[in-house]
């Protein structure tokens, strides 16, 4: 698969080094200057030597400066722009289609890049599982219940964590048939990253599902689910998030569609009381 060279910068930029995020930093803001250099300006540029310049084209999956000038020239200038910069003027109807068109773009990018054996892997993760922890914070933290609450209605038990305190604690009664699902798009979040540390400490099964490669979490992760997240700004990564979820859900239940479908069919009826 062709590698666009921005999409692989922003996944990948929270782990870089310093002298990395110097080069990927011009390449971010310059790009057609980068283009017009070769390889000795831009290190005389940069003040940085030409070697880590060839060390920083090959960690993106390039053989070299020249590939990666072919790769930015193909895909132009992708810097984070707000969704307003990317909307034409029109009636609320035209704004919406453009929104729901940008949504189906963005799922098409994620899915070409997504690792589907790292699906499977945590597939089976669930139906191994004796109890499922699902944890995530802030922003996540809504992600994270709608996760929980779509494992329980095909028969999987499963849990939220939401809170950064109590899921110290939660961690703490960990053992090795404990699951803990992290969704945190930064993958830097404290409370997760030592919660998760924590459990996999006392043995638990460990996935997270992040929007960046070399986080804080995944050195306590089993599994690694690295999702597309969209660069543009107010355009959200939960519909990358909730597709990924559904995948997993029907993955872990795949093999046993009758018991799933069983399952569900009682929780509605179990529910139709509430219903006016």
């Known amino acids: 698969m062709e590698k666009n060279p921005f999409q692989i910068i922003a996944a990948n930029y929270s782990g870089f080094s310093k002298v990395f995020r110097r080069i990927a930093d011009s390449v971010l803001e310059h790009p057609d200057q980068v283009l017009a250099s070769n390889i ?164 638990a099964m460990t996935v997270c599902l992040t929007g960046f490669e070399q986080t804080p979490i995944e050195r306590f992760c089993d599994v690694r689910i690295v999702h597309y997240c969209p660069s543009t700004i107010l355009m959200s990564s939960r519909i990358v998030q909730s597709t990924i979820i559904d995948c997993l859900c029907i993955n872990a239940v795949i093999q046993r569609k009758e018991e799933a479908e069983r399952i569900y069919a009682e929780n509605r009826e179990v529910l139709s009381c509430l219903r006016v």
């Open 40 to 203: 000795h300006q831009l290190g005389r540029e940069l003040e940085i030597a030409e070697s880590s310049i060839v060390r920083f084209c090959k960690a993106l999956g390039y053989s070299g400066f020249s590939e990666l000038k072919l790769m930015l020239a193909k895909y132009g200038r992708q810097s984070s722009k707000i969704i307003f910069e990317n909307l034409k003027d029109g009636s609320p109807e035209a704004v919406s289609r453009e929104i729901f068109s940008l949504s189906i773009e963005t799922l098409q990018i994620a899915a070409e890049q997504l690792d589907f054996s790292a699906i499977q892997k945590a597939a089976d993760m669930l139906n191994r599982a004796g109890r499922i922890v699902i944890c995530g914070v802030g922003a996540s933290a809504s992600v994270a219940e709608s996760f929980a609450a779509h494992l329980l209605r095909i028969g999987i038990a499963a849990e939220a964590s939401t809170d950064g305190e109590l899921m110290q604690m939660t961690a703490r009664g960990a053992d090795a048939r404990t699951l803990f699902v992290a969704i945190t798009k930064s993958g830097r979040n404290l409370p997760l990253v030592r919660a998760f540390e924590l459990a996999k400490a006392r043995g």
